[in-house]
């Protein structure tokens, strides 16, 4: 997500099975240190305990990855390196009080892998909901539901998938999962890009107010830092909640690293005096793979391939560890062949895989969005935070060079590829830009809608980053009410576009229609924020078209 805009200046009603409580005689002044800021207060006393929550993800028909982190000691915090080795057994059941045991087991937690806990659980019934549980020197962990994916074969009548991104810490609270894990009726979830934030205290939007500061309070570069910005996260309740309640599918995008990373840099990095960006890079995504239930199917990747059913097929881009440097936006780079957002043999992959596709739909969790861009005549007061939130010149050129805009040769190979094999139903998922989009996904944007559309694409907005009327410091709507109508008029193929408020997406899917629910929060910076639905849009079968519907799911 391109912008460099910097600012001035428990939810578990389940009541775990305990052993008698150990009293830690140094635990007041640990948790008084910097990195108690990833330790709730009552982790103070009570250890071994599960104080970051309990997830799974990555559902396959016969299993799923459980995920969860113990505390075997008041010092042990996230990134500490500290604490001893301790044994994690594992319980998985087809019913919520854990009777109908169906797999069980037992992991050594370490510190080097941060007392993190994966545990890929396989011979489960396919299409049916788990409740899993941790236990470590008898003190239990919240109780999990998780979700297995229906067999491959299988005739599927509908999926429904909550999809969010961008969830800044310091601007704002979490709602967004709040009311998905709420819902009861979640096959999965898809993060679709910046589950956490790289700066420091203060540094990134926020509508000038920290409404929670981030720990530790620099910029993360290091393994610690990293470990310690995915252990404060994972102490949100909201987020909690969220992972308890079905599993989720995540892919990164650049401020798991840093903003604007490329494979061999960022924006947000500076050569030596923040070490080398190799090192970074390797940190963020061991402490990413640490701290999240992705199950990679290549090492150091993200890029992977999920299967639902006979319904749909999900592939899943990894688009910050292979693409080239972004361009200098308007250079005539953004059309050279050697330049890449995929990387050849991702590209190849992503090909192959909707070429060979025999489902219904074929969704691809996207980073950043496919569909052009072009800025059009907005005034210069709009033009300006528009272009702070994508990385545009001021000037207001036609593209941003860290979505597929700068590298269009990709993207013209994969959008023929679609075109020249009859390949339907394709519908990328996007994050990154902080707003909602329903875009059809044009061959020639230039000539459009008298040409071709290839796909469509649902962008969700951001989960508590800033969007433009946070920038501009305006009322909710304002700058929506101005600016949607000249972006819809210099892009034929955005149906809608909502640039100011804050939420989540729900995807509900059967054989005839794939359809997003937008919801949008009440107010991002209350905690105890109530959300509602603002519009739907769909794509029906074979018509590689939006269109709007009335009603949400």
């Known amino acids: 997500m391109t912008s460099r805009y910097r600012a001035p200046g428990s939810p578990n009603s389940l009541s775990p099975r305990r052993r008698t409580v150990v009293k830690a005689a140094a635990a007041t002044a640990v948790l008084a240190a910097p990195l108690a800021g990833a330790l ?49 057994s594992w319980t998985v059941a087809t019913d919520k009080a854990l009777r109908n045991v169906v797999s069980q087991g037992t992991i050594i937690a370490t510190a080097a892998s941060d007392h993190t806990v994966k545990a890929d659980i396989r011979g489960l019934a396919p299409a049916t909901d788990h ?60 993060h679709l890009g910046d589950y956490v934030y790289e700066y420091g205290t203060g540094e990134y939007g926020t509508r000038d107010t920290v409404v929670r500061p981030h720990a530790p309070a620099h910029e993360i570069l290091t393994l610690a830092d990293y470990r310690l910005r995915h252990g404060t996260y994972k102490t949100d309740p909201d987020l909690q909640a969220l992972h308890t309640a079905a599993p989720v599918v995540a892919i990164w995008d650049d401020h798991e690293f840093a903003n604007d990373a490329w494979s061999g840099g960022a924006e947000n990095h500076t050569e030596g005096t923040e070490g080398a960006w190799a090192a970074r890079q390797a940190a963020a995504k061991q402490a990413y793979f640490e701290w999240m239930p992705v199950r990679p199917a290549i090492a150091g990747t993200t890029y992977r391939r999920l299967r639902f059913g006979k319904l749909t097929d999900l592939s899943l881009l990894d688009l910050r560890s292979f693409r080239s440097q972004q361009s200098s936006t308007g250079s005539g780079a953004v059309d050279d062949p050697d330049r890449t957002i995929t990387g050849r043999a991702q590209l190849d992959w992503l090909k ?17 969005m496919i569909s052009p861009f072009a800025v059009g005549s907005l005034s210069a007061d709009l033009l300006r935070p528009l272009a702070e939130l994508l990385g545009l010149p001021k000037e207001g050129l036609a593209l941003n060079p860290d979505q597929w805009d700068g590298y269009t040769d990709d993207r013209r190979e994969l959008l023929a590829h679609l075109r020249a094999n009859a390949i339907r139903n394709t519908v990328f998922l996007t994050g990154d830009i902080h707003m909602a989009w329903a875009n059809d996904v044009p061959v020639d944007a230039g000539t459009y809608p008298l040409s071709a559309s290839a796909a469509t694409e649902f962008v969700v907005t951001s989960v508590s980053s800033d ?3 946070d920038l501009l410091k305006v009322a909710e709507g304002t700058v929506s009410a101005v600016a949607t109508p000249v972006i819809k008029l210099a892009n034929r193929h955005v149906h809608w576009v909502d640039t100011d408020r804050h939420g989540y997406g729900v995807l509900d899917i059967t054989a005839d229609r794939a359809q997003m629910d937008y919801y949008v929060l009440s107010d991002k910076t209350d905690v105890n924020a109530t959300a509602s639905w603002a519009r739907s849009y769909r794509t029906r079968t074979g018509t590689q078209k939006i269109e709007r519907t009335y009603d949400p799911v």
């Open 467 to 469: 969007n433009l009327d």
């Open 352 to 368: 192959a895989g909707l070429k060979s596709s025999d489902t219904a739909w074929r969704l691809v969790g996207n980073s950043v």
């Open 40 to 88: 709730p207060a009552r982790a103070a006393a009570d250890v071994p305990a599960f104080l970051h929550g309990v997830a799974s993800g990555d559902p396959l028909p016969d299993g799923v990855l459980l995920w969860t982190r113990v505390t075997p000691a008041a010092e042990a915090t996230p990134g500490s390196g500290l604490g001893p080795d301790t044994a994690v």
């Open 131 to 190: 409740w899993f549980r941790f236990s470590a020197g008898g003190t239990d962990s919240p109780v999990g539901r998780t979700r297995t994916a229906p067999a491959a074969d299988a005739a599927v009548t509908g999926l429904r998938f909550g999809v969010v991104s961008c969830a800044n810490w310091e601007a704002g609270h979490f709602s967004s999962y709040r009311h998905l894990a709420a819902r009861g009726d979640l096959d999965a979830w898809l």
